[in-house]
């Protein structure tokens, strides 16, 4: 959740790191906009192309009906943090029409939060379901899920998925509420981001003092955020991934009676640097964040990397919350730009300035979109830690005021009527989209260590290994065994530039208390490598330098002794050749008794095969070629891949022209959008007829046939054993106007086919091209086809014969 520079949004305890494969963004397709919004725009005399967008239906107040997120967009997210009350559900409104906390209608996306006692997860380390316990299962982060079923549903079925890879969600929260992320999905970096929003109980009476407690924010996290299974290497924890508040509100300061100023309203940015003096990070073994701003509790005020930077002073801002307000975020390589309503493209001014300091990499990196709705916590009960008092009046619902301070509690200052005014609890979005400069941004040249035989291919397993690229994910994890210490990049200057500071606050008892290591690495049985490190120490010591396997029972392919002293010293180790093949790490000990309160620099790491075999290298890029006659991921139609590795817009002499339409050509041989469902394109460019309501079968509700139903889906149980020959049959399933099937399917192998047919007619073919990492919930993805058919009968999904028998599970198929 965004925070304050004291309150941690994604804390490093209990953070899974899990080292993964880079893959291929997957294309995205072109969605038509709402009337009078533009694809390109102009800021500052410089073009923009519109990247990516969701409009949640289309116009604001259009009458669309309900519908489902957009999975290809989004996430949901369930996890505890910053002692908040809520627990984040699965719950949809399509489907769950009495208690949903997520709903795309009439153009816009309502996360609503709700009063209610709801167990989500419990967390406990198992490998087989039977550690447990009654109605436990043990899912594929190797965390148990026990359902405690409170209120006569199983938690696995309402409560949004937790990876592990964070803080576990709390049992027996208060609220339910919604969050949605677009992690592995939506990432870039840079550019120009628009949202129009309106913040909960903006249906009240103008003028009327909302309740407190509520904590919606609409923000950003680095896309190297630790998390279990993903498509990009995701391996640092909050905050080395840096966050950015776009908006967080903080509801209880509209009450003018604890909040006289009214800065509801805030920006800020959280980032972990190289400490200064005075910075509790200065303490040994201590660490924080540095800010951005000093909304909302005159926090660092900095935003600047450069130790003794620049402070800002930007306490928040008073808006009308009963209104819909639309942001704007610019973001360069020099900094950021906060606008609220009088926008860049316009010619508005921003309500806010921050510069990006050299040591603040966390910001010149892809990030991805987070939208929820919060009840409670740190910011909605602002200042429940120690608010200054006089009186009791001055305190959330007259908590005591006792040695001036409020005695309030995370939970105590919430005093929302529920059955009168639950139903505003909500934080609605009509749209965001997201804009890339056609010009493109600078990015870090890759650094000599990528390409170790200088043929001009990357051949070096280990990305970023100067530490000077624009992805900082791969700066390097420190592990300890009885030790401690802190690490983050710093910009050393001259001809190093940017390399990894590592401080040993405790030396731990052995060398290996402090580890320095990048681990993950698949290695080959029978090929050679070669492994190098450039290190220097603040007092002359032998470090010892290990490839070992990077899981138990940690056998070790090669050691040596490097003698490091205060000069910089190139440790190379001996080649070595694995007898297995497996994943491994790279580990630098860098503890013992005798090192308390030193430091160790880290530069040019090196393991490659000594036949030099080309590495694909995407640092930096969400497109374009990985230097190994690969890609680094997909454009959306209508824009190509820059020469910055990112998409922007598709060099044309003509000129697409959409003014007024929502569907139609665009005059350049493209479209303005389709329509769905049943409904046509008419001449003036505007969908006409009635589209369905989007319907979701689920599969545990079809008759099986040599499969059967277990617990573990997103949504519900889900169907496994599905093999060639096998089928799930809905039947009196109305299929006019429905043209996609979406099937929410796991496995841990590519390839699965299945047919959908129609009363015994073919109508599409869903196939699983990537292996999803697992067959249970988080380890599920979507796989769609287009589909046309129409009227009432059968609808089964057929399996086609696999070579590893089972074809994949399957959690639901949504119609739309």
């Not at 600047?304 to 930077?309: F, K, L, N, P």
């Not at 731990?508 to 290190?535: H, M, N």
């Not at 009227?791 to 119609?815: K, M």
Request: hydrophobic letters at 30%.
């Amino acid at each position: 959740m965004s925070c304050s520079v004291w309150v941690f949004a994604l804390g490093a305890v209990g953070c899974v790191v899990e080292d993964v494969p880079e893959t291929s963004e997957p294309a995205q397709s072109v969605e038509p906009l709402e009337p009078g919004a533009s694809r390109t725009l102009t800021i500052s005399g410089q073009p923009f192309t519109l990247t990516w967008d969701d409009d949640f239906g289309g116009a604001l107040n259009g009458g669309q009906a309900k519908s489902f997120l957009n999975t290809a967009n989004w996430t949901k997210e369930n996890l505890g943090v910053n002692y908040e009350q809520q627990a984040y559900t699965n719950r949809e409104c399509p489907d769950n029409p009495t208690n949903w906390n997520y709903c795309v209608e009439n153009g816009k996306l309502t996360l609503l939060a709700r009063q209610e006692r709801l167990d989500c997860v419990v967390w406990q380390q198992c490998t087989t379901s039977s550690q447990c316990g009654t109605n436990g299962t043990c899912a594929a982060t190797g965390y148990c899920v026990y359902d405690q079923n409170r209120n006569g549903k199983y938690d696995h079925e309402e409560c949004a998925p937790s990876n592990g890879a964070s803080n576990p969600p709390g049992n027996g929260t208060t609220y339910s509420s919604g969050r949605i992320k677009s992690d592995e999905k939506v990432e870039f970096r840079y550019g120009y981001i628009e949202f129009r929003a309106r913040m909960p109980f903006a249906d009240l009476p103008a003028g009327a003092i909302p309740p407190n407690g509520m904590w919606p924010a609409i923000w950003l996290l680095g896309a190297n955020t630790a998390i279990t299974n993903g498509g990009r290497d995701d391996s640092s924890g909050w905050p080395m991934s840096g966050e950015i508040d776009i908006m967080e509100y903080s509801q209880i300061r509209e009450n003018p009676a604890l909040f006289p100023t009214n800065e509801a309203m805030g920006f800020n940015a959280l980032w972990r640097e190289y400490p200064e003096a005075g910075e509790m990070a200065a303490a040994s073994g201590g660490w924080q964040a540095n800010a951005c701003s000093d909304w909302p509790n005159h926090g660092d005020a900095k935003c600047d990397g450069d130790v003794g930077g620049a402070r800002v002073q930007w306490p928040g801002r008073t808006i009308d919350y009963h209104q819909w307000h639309t942001w704007g975020f610019l973001w360069d390589e020099n900094g950021f730009k906060i606008y609220i309503d009088n926008l860049p493209q316009n010619g508005g001014t921003p309500v806010g300035t921050f510069t990006i300091g050299d040591n603040a990499t966390e910001f010149r990196q892809p990030v991805y979109l987070l939208l929820n709705n919060a009840v409670g916590g740190e910011l909605g009960c602002l200042g429940w830690s120690g608010r200054s008092c006089t009186s009791s009046a001055q305190c959330a619902n007259g908590a005591a005021c006792s040695g001036g301070k409020c005695q309030e509690t995370p939970g105590s200052c919430v005093n929302i009527d529920w059955a009168a005014h639950g139903d505003k609890a909500k934080l609605e979005v009509d749209y965001i989209r997201w804009y890339h400069r056609n010009s493109g941004y600078p990015q870090a040249a890759r650094a000599a260590c990528q390409d170790n035989n200088g043929d001009g291919n990357p051949d070096n397993i280990i990305r970023n290994c100067g530490f000077n690229e624009d992805f900082t994910y791969h700066r390097t994890d420190l592990f300890f065994e009885g030790g401690g210490g802190l690490t983050d990049v710093i910009n050393e200057g001259g001809t190093r530039g940017f390399v990894q500071w590592v401080r040993v606050d405790n030396g731990g008892s052995q060398p290996y208390s402090v580890q320095i290591r990048q681990e993950g690495f698949p290695l080959s049985a029978g090929t050679t490598y070669a492994w190098k490190v450039d290190l220097k120490s603040s007092v002359a010591r032998t470090i010892t330098l290990k490839v070992a396997q990077s899981a138990s029972p940690w056998g070790v392919l090669s050691t040596f002794n490097c003698n490091v002293g205060t000069g910089w010293t190139t440790c190379t180790g001996p080649n070595f050749t694995p007898t297995a093949a497996g994943t491994y790490k790279f580990e630098i000990d860098a503890g013992g008794t005798a090192y308390n309160n030193t430091q160790v620099y880290v530069d040019n790491m090196y393991l490659g095969a000594t036949a030099n075999v080309c590495q694909p290298d995407c640092t930096g890029k969400l497109c374009g070629n990985d230097g190994c006659g690969g890609t680094c991921g997909a454009c959306r139609s209508g824009t190509t891949c820059s020469t910055w590795g990112q998409c922007t817009a598709s060099t044309s002499t003509c000129t697409p022209s959409c003014s007024g339409k929502t569907c139609g050509s665009d005059g350049c041989g493209g479209s303005c959008g389709t329509c769905s469902g049943s409904s046509t394109c008419n001449s003036s460019g505007q969908c006409v007829g009635t589209a369905p309501t989007p319907v979701r079968k689920e599969a545990e509700s079809a008759t099986l046939t040599g499969c059967f139903a277990e617990a573990g889906g997103d949504s519900g149980s889900k169907v496994v054993a599905f093999e060639g020959g096998d089928t799930l049959c809905w039947s009196n399933v109305t299929m006019t106007g429905f043209t996609t099937a979406t099937a929410h399917v796991g496995a841990p192998y590519p390839s699965g086919q299945a047919q959908l047919k129609f009363n015994g007619t073919v109508i599409g073919t869903l196939t699983l091209s990537t292996a999803t990492g697992g067959w249970s919930s988080p380890n599920l993805t979507n796989i769609s086809t287009a589909i046309s058919a129409s009227g009432t009968g059968t609808l089964c999904l057929a399996g086609l014969t696999h070579p590893n028998g089972w074809i994949y599970s399957v959690d639901y198929l949504d119609l739309k």
